[in-house]
């Protein structure tokens, strides 16, 4: 160990230090006759006094010593062992309880002569390796990079060693998770990779949601391993009951099926369905067999109403368009013979409105009160005055009574909803429409979709816009002759699919409502029985702000019918419940809330599934550990090879000691040593003079 004194003054502050005991010393001491001291005794006094001054003149100065400490870290080897329950899956389960634990604590011991040794276990989390059972009900294999990172960043770790069986089905891929370690990573594949006769519902591909009354398509994928000949049933169930089921024959020892069946939306609201495969003979897991999922039925499709001047063809091309459609109910009228209210309509389509004939001014008050979206076609029948009137999206300047023809130029920067590339592909065929000859400025926020594109010049003329005022959404379209590209498109494909999207798209946009109820309850359908159950809720007054002082009630119910009520907490403007783990099973949830003598109420379902995700999947990974321990300039091992795999380390050189160095600062006024030498010397001194008979 070196080391340095550090002063933040000048060297010549250290001899003035010097000087002051010097003069302090001589002062006392010079030609001191009258004590009766000797003269060696005299100088022997002044040098203490010399001594004790100076140091304690220096010390004022508060120097530093700067010590340079090295260190020498032996090698920590780390040893991580699976504790999933998948382990125990293999035909030689008793052979791991048996002999691999004894036979790894041996061989840790056998390290720790020559190395520091750590053991861990993971599976569920990663912790202290106290017992090992085998038990843990999932596996996230990289967590433990990211646990090793925190506990022994900068720390001398040589090698890991991951002893298990590469399934994993929580996490990242571990073999991304690895792929920035400094230090190699020995796997010891456990577990069996000879596959056992299992039935596992893969994966149930289905929308979301779905309208009330239409019949909604489920894909089911079904694998089955080591099952030759073999015959189950597929069964779709809800509370119980057969809503589909078919026999599938199994003829592969690896045999993967994809089984596409129809089901009826005749429930509305959050509906729970159950896949399930029947069990065959001597099967590993029946875990996999079953998987549930959620789609949301939605009561009430959106109500769309078109309203014209004049019949046109543009009329029935729309609405045969939107018919063909499961989503809407479509209405078609002229202005001059509707009496009826806009209340019940998501969207209005006003075809060449206003008019000369038909001013419109009723319809575009009553859209503005009830936040029905517009669609706006313009014609050669439009009052142009007045449309500039009624609504800010689009100011239309005409410089003469003539239409010209308008192709249509897609913006690529358009963003408010996605097109098919079938449908971008269209508008380079697609005939004109007629728009009028006319100088179009765009209101605030305008989106255009479609630009004006006047033989081959594209101008920055809107042909299709959006804007959006408040609640209101409005959309324009400059030009009519939209029969036309309806016809074009079947004339080219055989089929009106690609116009038929485009409009789609269009109208789902605009007729899309926003959720206005005011009290907003949101939790999950499906969780595990180790995970907390999670309530946000949000309660809006009458001006659509959101407030939180009324007390939210929340009551759960089993399947036993016994409820589990609650008070969810209040955040900044909301609210929020932890209503913790529950056991697996069905549940519903109703929440209740009284704001201004009004009530609301919001409920719900979810399921809580048995949490055993180790016995969807059998097989072993080894291909994983032998890629993960390529990867990090290591090796694979079997279990039982404990000496190859311990003499594998200590053929290693760099699992080795390491020699740290760092610099450490100490106050001098701090070292004891320094007081009891002042204390010394001023106490002999003092001593010798008393003994004297000085003062």
Not at 237 to 258: C, K, P, Q, Y
Not at 296 to 313: E, F, K, N, T
Request: some cysteine; hydrophobic content about 45%; aromatic content about 10%.
């Amino acid at each position: 160990m070196n080391f340095n004194i550090i002063f933040d003054y000048p060297f010549w502050i250290v001899l003035l230090c010097l000087l002051c005991g010097l003069l302090y010393s001589a002062l006392l001491y010079y030609k001191n006759i009258k004590d009766g001291f000797s003269k060696v005794l005299r100088w022997m006094l002044a040098v203490f006094r010399l001594i004790a001054v100076t140091i304690m003149a220096l010390l004022l100065l508060a120097p530093l010593i700067e010590k340079m400490i090295q260190q020498v870290e032996e090698p920590i080897i780390v040893f991580l062992q699976d504790n999933s329950a998948s382990i125990l899956l293999a035909n030689d389960s008793t052979y791991f309880m048996n002999n691999y634990i004894p036979g790894m604590h041996g061989f840790i011991e056998s390290l720790e002569s020559e190395h520091n040794t750590r053991l861990y276990k993971f599976g569920e989390s990663f912790r202290e390796a106290e017992d090992i059972d085998f038990s843990d009900r999932v596996t996230n294999m990289s967590e433990i990079f990211r646990e090793l990172d925190a506990r022994y960043s900068n720390r001398n770790l040589g090698a890991v060693i991951v002893a298990g069986d590469g399934i994993h089905n929580r996490g990242i891929n571990p073999i991304y998770a690895a792929s920035n370690v400094t230090y190699p990573v020995y796997t010891i594949a456990l577990g069996d990779t000879v596959p056992q006769r299992d039935l596992i519902v893969k994966q149930v591909n289905h929308n979301r949601i779905t309208y009330l009354g239409n019949r909604f398509p489920v894909e089911v994928v079904v694998e089955a391993i080591e099952s030759r000949g073999m015959t189950s049933r597929l069964t779709i169930n809800r509370n119980g009951e057969e809503l589909f089921g078919e026999n599938i024959s199994f003829t592969t020892d690896h045999h993967i099926e994809t089984i596409t069946l129809q089901l009826e939306a005749d429930q509305a609201g959050m509906q729970q369905y159950q896949a399930a495969i029947t069990p065959i003979e001597n099967e590993v897991s029946l875990e996999n067999n079953e998987r549930d999922f959620f789609i949301d039925v939605i009561d009430g499709r959106q109500q769309i109403l078109i309203l014209a001047s004049s019949p046109h063809p543009d009329v029935g091309a729309i609405k045969q368009s939107l018919e063909d459609n499961d989503h809407y109910d479509v209405d078609a009228a002229l202005i001059s013979e509707f009496n009826g209210s806009l209340e019940a309509y998501d969207l209005v389509i006003l075809h060449q409105l206003p008019s000369s004939q038909h001013p419109a001014a009723a319809i575009f008050d009553q859209a503005a009160a009830n936040q029905s979206s517009l669609l706006i076609i313009i014609g050669s029948q439009t009052n142009i005055a007045a449309l500039n009137e009624l609504q800010s999206a689009l100011e239309v300047q005409p410089r003469s009574q003539e239409l010209v023809e308008t192709l249509p130029e897609f913006n690529r920067a358009f963003t408010l909803f996605t097109m098919q590339e079938q449908s971008i592909n269209l508008f380079d065929a697609l005939p004109p429409l007629f728009s009028p000859f006319a100088a179009y400025r765009q209101g605030p926020g305008a989106n255009v979709l479609l630009y004006q594109k006047i033989g081959q010049v594209v101008t920055e003329q809107p042909l299709i816009l959006f804007a959006q005022s408040g609640q209101n959404r409005t959309g324009i379209i400059t030009g009519e002759g939209l029969w036309r590209w309806r016809l074009n498109n079947f004339l080219r494909n055989g089929n009106h699919m690609a116009f038929d999207e485009m409009l789609s798209r269009m109208v789902q946009y605009l007729a899309l409502q926003e959720d206005r109820s005011r009290f907003r309850v949101q939790a999950d359908n499906l969780v595990y029985e180790n995970e907390s159950v999670l309530f946000e809720a949000e309660l809006y007054n009458a001006s659509f702000e959101l407030v939180n002082e009324p007390e939210v009630q929340l009551f759960i119910t089993n399947e036993e019918g016994v409820d589990f009520p609650y008070i969810l907490g209040r955040t900044a403007n909301a609210y929020r419940l932890d209503a913790g783990s529950f056991p697996s099973g069905y549940y519903s949830w109703e929440a209740r809330v009284v704001l201004g003598g009004e009530s609301f109420t919001d409920e719900g379902i979810f399921t809580v599934r048995s949490l055993d995700l180790e016995g969807l999947q059998t097989i072993a990974d080894h291909n994983l550990l032998f890629q993960l321990a390529e990867n990090t300039d290591a090796a694979m091992f079997h279990a039982g090879q404990w000496e190859e795999l311990h003499n594998h380390i200590l053929a290693r050189d760099d699992v080795r000691p390491r020699l740290y160095s760092h610099k450490e600062f100490v106050e001098i006024i701090n070292l004891k040593l320094l007081f009891f030498i002042i204390l010394v010397l001023l106490s002999v001194e003092w001593f010798v003079r008393k003994r004297s008979g000085s003062y």
